[in-house]
Every structure is written in structure tokens, then in C-alpha cells.
């Protein structure tokens, strides 16, 4: 299988941007995604990336991958309280239809 | 367009009994994949459901399995229910092709007493 690893928590204030990064270790995977989950809520697609992109912008969302270093970050511009919630990174490799989910970054974001 | 439907939102069931979840996917859509979310162990893969047929299992022991019918819509089936099952069951579908996007449902969060 594959794992992947996010960082646990992230804190920032209203207005400023942040970054939630996310580490994997399957080169063959091909779409990598970024979830939202909000409380007692299911995952909400917020984008996803081809493997074979640098980057992706998405209006306030920014994705990076650095495919040699197996390395994806999100970015949220203008952070708002709206965007509190638990952050997913997945990865999908050669198998459809299977997804492989970091523990998830909760982003807290202060006023 | 309707998002994924997934029955009941809440389940209590005591040890031993069985449980059977349901998800309805999007229209058009004919991959439907199961997810377990705990707080310890996070999401795991379940399995993953094309045109009625299993193509994909993750490691979960033989109590829990599915069915797609060929509407898609799929059910999920565990039986002799154990402490450890408790946990927020997600469903998602997707187009099933290559440049596939898999929408989740709200969940069933099942509580196993």
C-alpha cells in the first residue's frame, strides 16, 4: 500500500494563507486529491492534481507537486473562519476506484 | 444533480447483531467505493464496487462485505458486530474512468454497543 503523511495541526489567522503539505511514497500514483471535512460532515472534493503537473490553481486554492519528492502541498489564500475544518490528502495510484488518505491536517483558523 | 445518499445517517446496534448500510451515487455514476473512518485509525479502504462486480478489497476481515445492484447502488453488510466497528462508514462515487473524481456522502456513523 501506500502511505501518506500530513502534518497534524495548523493554525493561522483570518486573512493570511496557509499551507498544508503532504508526503507520499507511491511514485505510480496519478491523481492525487485534496478533501475537506468539516464536523460530523462527509469529504467534500475541493481539487486534485494530474501527476504529470507542477501545479494547479483553483481560485483561492493552489496545489504544488514536486513529483521527485513524492511532496503535495495545498495552499489557501485569504484564509477565512469558513475554511476551519480537517484537511485530506489522497492519492490515487495504478488501482481505480482506491484512494489512500493522510491522518488529515486540522487547519484552526483564528479572527 | 443529487450528491451521494447514504442510509441511515445513524445506526446503534449491541455486539453480535448485523448491520446494513446504504449508498446511493450520483447519477451516471458506476464505481462505488466503501471507506471506514475511526479516530485511530483513520480512512480505510473497504472496497470498491464497477458495474456489480468487486474490484477492489482492502484488508478487512470477511464479516464485512457489499453488493452493487444494477441500478449501482450498493449496500454494505457486517455481520457479528464487534466494539471495534464503530466508526463513521463513507461511501463514494465516481465515473469509474481514468480521470475519475470520487464524491463522498455524508456517512452512517454506526455505534456498536
Known amino acids: 500500500g501506500e502511505d501518506v503523511e500530513q502534518s497534524l495541526f495548523l493554525s493561522v489567522r483570518e486573512g493570511d494563507s496557509s499551507v498544508i503539505n503532504c508526503t507520499y511514497t507511491d511514485s505510480s500514483s496519478t491523481y492525487l486529491y485534496w478533501y475537506k471535512q468539516e464536523p460530523g460532515a462527509g469529504l467534500q472534493l475541493l481539487t486534485y492534481?494530474?501527476?504529470?503537473?507542477d501545479m494547479k490553481q483553483d481560485q483561492r486554492l493552489t496545489v504544488l507537486l514536486n513529483k521527485k519528492d513524492k511532496h503535495l502541498s495545498l495552499r489557501i489564500a485569504d484564509t477565512q473562519t469558513g475554511d476551519s475544518a480537517i484537511y485530506f490528502c489522497a492519492p490515487r495510484g495504478s488501482t481505480l476506484g482506491r484512494l489512500y488518505f493522510g491522518r488529515g491536517t486540522q487547519l484552526t483558523v483564528w479572527p | 444533480k443529487a450528491g451521494v445518499t447514504q442510509t441511515p445517517r445513524y445506526l446503534i446496534k449491541t455486539r453480535g447483531q448485523q448491520v446494513t448500510l446504504s449508498c446511493s451515487p450520483i447519477?451516471?455514476?458506476?464505481?462505488v467505493s466503501w471507506y471506514q473512518q475511526t479516530p485511530g485509525q483513520g480512512l480505510q479502504f473497504l472496497f470498491e464496487y464497477f458495474s456489480e462486480t468487486q474490484r477492489n478489497k482492502g484488508n478487512f476481515p470477511g464479516r464485512f462485505s457489499g453488493r452493487q445492484f444494477s441500478n449501482s447502488r450498493s449496500e454494505m453488510n457486517v455481520s457479528t458486530l464487534e466494539l471495534g466497528d464503530s466508526a463513521l462508514y463513507l461511501c463514494a462515487s465516481s465515473s469509474g474512468g481514468r480521470e475519475e473524481k470520487l464524491f463522498f456522502g455524508s456517512g452512517t456513523q454506526l455505534s456498536v454497543l
Open positions: 447519477s451516471g455514476h458506476r464505481s
Open positions: 492534481i494530474f501527476s504529470n503537473m
